[in-house]
């Protein structure tokens, strides 16, 4: 029995060196540290807090907590 090797040739140019990647909705630090991922769920939980704390003064509490479930919850539940 007789294997045929075929060859590969990859010509890669410019392979950009990151400290951190976005990987299924986990950033992946180089060290793998978890300061990347804190910072993005920081900012995220932030600025969707600002949002819903405006519609507060539109918006009844029920809404107001399906607005948290949807947009502020799912950054801390993916933590666990």
């Known amino acids: ?23 299924l909705a986990l950033y992946l630090e180089e060290h793998l540290q978890w300061e990347p991922q804190i910072q993005h769920v920081n900012n995220k939980s932030v600025k969707n ?9 539109y918006l009844d509490f029920h809404m107001l907590k399906q607005l948290y479930y949807t947009v502020i919850y799912p950054y801390f539940n993916c933590l666990h």
């Open 49 to 57: 807090a600002g949002i819903i704390n405006q519609l507060g003064h």
């Open 1 to 23: 029995m007789t294997s045929s090797k075929k060859k590969i040739h990859l010509n890669i140019h410019n392979i950009e060196c990151k400290s951190y990647i976005k990987y």
